[in-house]
């Protein structure tokens, strides 16, 4: 194995990635929605799910082929594993056999366009049946609470939360001049 075949071989397994990342991570909002699970609703999470799935549904609709395939593919023909006149074969490595069974199937086109399109559309909404918690929301919340307590805890402001000594009790200024 050459170092093109290997680079082909990463280059298959971050295809064979980003395509569980997009799977999984669907049945798992579903999953965790139902459930109530907090960590589906992450900002961060949801957004780079949706842009993931977007630009496959851009590609498809746009009739481009993914980059990570052209990649793996000239890679693979500068190792000398595959014939630039020819249909692309079945890689050589272990790795790049069981990626390519895992992900590539012999389908028209027209089927796995309209699979991204629905698999997409159903990401997006998810998107508004479930929103993800904005990470600036819970700043501000956070914000309002520390000015609430700080309101409640100026040197001027005791009275309010009870005086000094704590609720129910009273400061000798306000209990006037009994006992001294």
Not at 35 to 51: D, L
Not at 114 to 131: K, N, Q, S
Not at 163 to 178: F, V, Y
């Amino acid at each position: 194995m050459n170092l093109y075949s290997f680079l082909a071989d990463v280059v298959a397994v971050l295809h064979l990635a980003w395509v569980a990342f997009v799977v999984f991570a669907l049945v798992a909002i579903l999953v965790g929605v139902a459930r109530r699970w907090r960590w589906v609703r992450n900002f961060w999470f949801r957004s780079v799910h949706f842009v993931m799935i977007g630009i496959v549904v851009i590609e498809s609709l746009g009739g481009i082929i993914c980059p990570l395939t052209t990649w793996e593919y000239d890679l693979r023909i500068k190792g000398g594993e595959m014939d630039p006149n020819q249909r692309p074969g079945e890689p050589e490595s272990f790795v790049g056999r069981f990626v390519h069974k895992t992900i590539f199937f012999e389908v028209p086109n027209g089927v796995l366009n309209v699979c991204y399109f629905v698999f997409g559309a159903v990401v997006l909404l998810m998107l508004i049946l479930a929103p993800p918690r904005r990470p600036w929301r819970h700043i501000n919340a956070d914000r309002n609470l520390h000015r609430r307590w700080r309101h409640r805890c100026l040197p001027g402001r005791l009275s309010d939360m009870g005086g000094a000594d704590g609720p129910g009790r009273r400061r000798r200024s306000e209990r006037g001049n009994q006992g001294s």
